[in-house]
């Protein structure tokens, strides 16, 4: 019993430092990091020279996900900047004035589109105050946006969760799509449900005018868009790959939605409008003209849509850009203890390089450019990069902690066997918890990914289940725990001024996030059966 709980410290300690003690996340996962260290070392007695390669290990993570975060910032500043996000969130408002269609294309769909692209909190906090502007209260336009950065996460940052989540395992390029397959084939069976659970949500918490019969007229729309967007999901998963998944299902899903709003498909007659706050009036800052067309506006999405088909489907340039890798093989000699790097086929690249040609089309002023560049830099260089370290240093000694001395198998080996013991049978039912735990501690749908795969992928060998299931449903427990990362949630509140709330925010997305891991955990289990 002593050995699980200093192995499953990872869980325990971000959870009483984050959510009891309230820390802020870097000090709470920089204590949660500095213990697990400490234990590493003297109870599961790791070798020096594996934790220094550890730590090692960690820093040039931290760099390929920086990398990331950097061309995602970079890319959401200069739309901003632009007035690109404005203006395509303008042609929504136009669209449609009901509110429970404004909800789902907002904070679902088109946050969906900006999690393809950028990932790591970014969708919530720019759908939230377009959400606010539309009308809606400000706790509803964080709660709302919170809810709809949750499918998308799956496939999240061109992949990220599974690219760089899933690099400790060293799976082949076969059984990471499999995975990738297996979760779009479950999220059918429970992110089909996430825009009816959002609709749930503004017309009974945020309504003064709750009315069942405004419900149920709605539910037709909501299970169409769900099953257009999963549907899309495993399409695209299955022929293309995961990298595509999360930037072409919302587009083909929004597509959809503007047909049926035009043709009437599956619309109520009467606009619903019961979610507006009081003193909302007609001086929205969406309205007004910014200068810039649809086209200019969604130009660095439709680059980066085809800067990723260059790289991931025409096989030449997919070798050249592969072939810069500035990685670390056995890093200070322990075998096993790697990092790559594919710093041209990375996200990150991508989404720099879509910028700059963005900026080249759209004639637009360097002062921007470069106004965007200093903000992206700013951001990684404050609390975000030293949190992100500090989390990744003590992942990769959970990781590695298989090289001791103690004769006692690794951290996530030890905790799948006493999982097994009691859940072994039904594993399937809470392997989305755990998923959806490592992104409430961390923050990160990625993070929790890189720390808890390699228990659920222990716990699917000792317990004979399928790893590439058990696997796919961590996935989707990590993109559901977006919901209630407790960074994401401090984050957004902070950008609209609801500094504590928090807790609030928690209560109002604690159930779609129950939801959302029991719909998927309910299928895992149909799933092995079969």
């Given amino acids: 019993m002593f050995n699980l709980t200093i192995a499953s ?34 109870i599961w007695k790791i070798a020096p020279i594996v934790i220094v390669a550890s730590v090692i290990q960690a820093f040039h993570k931290t760099l390929t996900v920086l990398w990331i975060l950097f061309g995602a910032l970079f890319l959401m500043n200069f739309m901003n900047k632009t007035g690109s996000i404005n203006k395509i969130t303008q042609s929504f408002s136009f669209l ?24 790591f909190g970014t969708p919530a906090i720019v759908t939230a105050p377009l959400l606010i502007a539309l009308g809606f209260s400000s706790i509803a336009g964080v709660t709302l946006a919170l809810i709809g950065d949750s499918t998308a996460v799956i496939f999240g940052a061109v992949n990220t969760p599974m690219n760089v989540g899933l690099s400790n395992l060293g799976l082949s390029a076969n059984l990471t799509h499999d995975i990738g397959i297996k979760a779009a084939m479950v ?29 149920l007229e709605i539910i037709p729309w909501a299970l169409l868009i769900g099953l257009i967007y999963t549907l899309s999901e495993l399409l695209i998963a299955s022929v293309l790959g995961g990298d595509f998944v999360s930037i072409i299902s919302p587009i083909i899903t929004i597509l959809v939605a503007v047909i049926t709003i035009k043709f009437k498909i599956f619309i109520p007659k009467k606009a619903w409008r019961g979610a507006a706050r009081e003193e909302f009036g007609e001086d929205r800052d969406l309205t007004q003209d910014n200068g810039i067309s649809f086209f200019q506006a969604v130009i660095p999405y439709i680059l980066v849509i085809g800067i990723l088909f260059v790289t991931r489907i025409v096989p030449i340039v997919k070798k050249a850009v592969q072939s810069v890798n500035p990685g670390l093989k056995n890093i200070l000699g322990v075998n096993g203890i790697d990092s790559s790097w594919e710093i041209l086929y990375s996200p990150g690249f991508i989404l720099t390089f879509a910028t700059i040609i963005a900026v080249i089309i759209q004639k637009q002023k360097k002062e921007i450019v470069l106004d965007s560049a200093k903000y992206a830099i700013s951001q990684i260089m404050s609390s975000t990069g030293i949190t992100l370290l500090v989390t990744l240093i003590m992942v990769q000694i959970f990781s590695n902690s298989q090289l001791n001395s103690s004769n006692l198998v690794g ?41 808890f795969a390699p228990v659920q992928y222990n716990v699917a060998q000792t317990s004979g289940s399928d790893p590439s299931l058990i696997l796919a449903l961590q996935l989707i ?44 955990g309910i299928t895992g289990i149909i799933f092995s059966k079969l």
Avoid: C
């Avoid at 009891?20 to 590493?40: C, D, E, H, R, W």
């Avoid at 679902?108 to 900006?114: D, N, P, R």
């Avoid at 449900?193 to 749930?200: E, K, M, S, W, Y």
């Avoid at 409430?440 to 890189?450: E, I």
């Fill in 411 to 451: 951290m996530p080996k030890y905790i799948a066997n006493s999982m097994v013991n009691v859940f072994g049978n039904i594993w399937q039912l809470f392997a989305p918890l755990l998923g959806g735990i490592g992104s409430l501690v961390t923050g990160s749908g990625t993070v929790s990914v890189l720390t």
């Fill in 96 to 119: 449609t004035s009901d509110m429970r269609l404004q909800a789902v294309i907002i904070a679902w769909l088109f946050g969906g589109l900006i999690e393809g692209v950028a990932g």
């Fill in 9 to 42: 410290l990872i869980i325990i300690l971000p959870l009483i430092t984050l959510t009891i003690l309230n820390m802020p996340a870097i000090k709470g996962m920089s204590i949660s990091s500095l213990i697990v260290l400490l234990t590493g070392i003297f």
């Fill in 187 to 215: 999220d059918i069976f429970a992110g089909t449900f996430i825009p009816l659970v959002i609709i749930t949500i503004t017309i009974f918490v945020f309504s003064s005018h709750k009315s069942i019969k405004r419900f």
């Fill in 477 to 520: 427990g990590a993109a559901a725990g977006n919901m209630v990362a407790i960074h994401n949630i401090v984050a957004v509140s902070s950008v609209i001024g609801l500094k504590g709330k928090e807790g609030k925010i928690l209560k109002n997305t604690l159930l779609s996030f129950l939801v959302y891991i029991s719909l998927a």
